[in-house]
């Protein structure tokens, strides 16, 4: 696991450009949800990746993303993309086709994918009720997390109070760094973008790689719903939101 020492982003190279810090690209939104689509893209600009792309599908979604962050560029295809990390799923959008030897992130409707053959390393982020949705009962949670990543060859993130990373191979973290502020609407899209941010801006290539970046992000998100909470009664997702950018410079 990390330890307090280790920072939560990269270092930024002195000759470093917007293609060297990593591509994320992100599918989130639709027209029932719009919001989800601006908060998955507002984590994914914190998560430290130089390039955030966002999939143009449904026009009110696009609208809002690209009125709200005039920096992320919209893209046809997920084919065009040329992402180094995706996210997927966040607020229901529509899928119709799967990254190929990527890192991707599924979240919300795209977490249906986790049993597709994928070359590329994916993570998942359910709840305990998605997780039941997906097949899986959830009694310890620890143990129900590694029973999830093991059938399905993921890592799983189990959100929640403890939230749960768990490897195929039967690593297993609790991190405890988030609290009940965490639990309103919105948050765990704001999660799925940084974690999709983060995965291409540190690239990992192993499970154990990529869940010690999950860990970062769980954190991350964590550490800012707590001082979001110092500032705002009752904490919403945009106040974790606006938060994300002073955790992260620790």
């Known amino acids: 696991m990390p330890t307090e020492m280790e920072p939560l982003l990269p270092e930024v190279n002195i000759n470093a450009h917007k293609y060297s810090r990593g591509v994320v690209g992100v599918v989130a939104g639709s027209e029932k949800y719009p919001g989800a689509a601006v908060l998955c893209v507002g984590g994914a600009r914190r998560g430290g990746a130089g390039y955030v792309k966002y999939l143009s599908q449904a026009q009110f979604p696009t609208q809002l993303v690209l009125q709200a962050y ?109 609290g009940n502020e965490l639990a309103t609407a919105g948050t765990g899209d704001i999660l799925a973008g940084l974690m999709g941010s983060m995965m291409a801006s540190w690239r990992p290539t192993t499970f154990e790689a990529a869940a010690k970046i999950a860990i970062k992000a769980v954190k991350a998100h964590g550490l800012a719903g707590k001082l979001a909470a110092t500032k705002f009664s009752p904490v919403v997702a945009t106040d974790v939101l606006a938060a994300l950018p002073k955790v992260l410079l620790k």
């Open 70 to 178: 005039p920096d992320v560029a919209p893209i046809a295809s997920i084919e065009e993309g040329g992402a180094d990390a995706w996210v997927l799923g966040s607020g229901s959008p529509e899928l119709s086709s799967f990254p190929v030897g990527k890192i991707v992130v599924l979240d919300g409707s795209a977490m249906t994918l986790a049993s597709t053959a994928h070359e590329g390393l994916t993570i998942i982020t359910p709840h305990e009720g998605e997780a039941e949705k997906l097949g899986f009962k959830i009694d310890d949670r620890e143990k129900s997390a590694l029973r999830m990543a093991a059938a399905l060859n993921v890592i799983v993130v189990l959100k929640g109070p403890g939230t749960v990373i768990a490897t195929p191979a039967g690593f297993s973290h609790i991190e405890k760094s988030g």
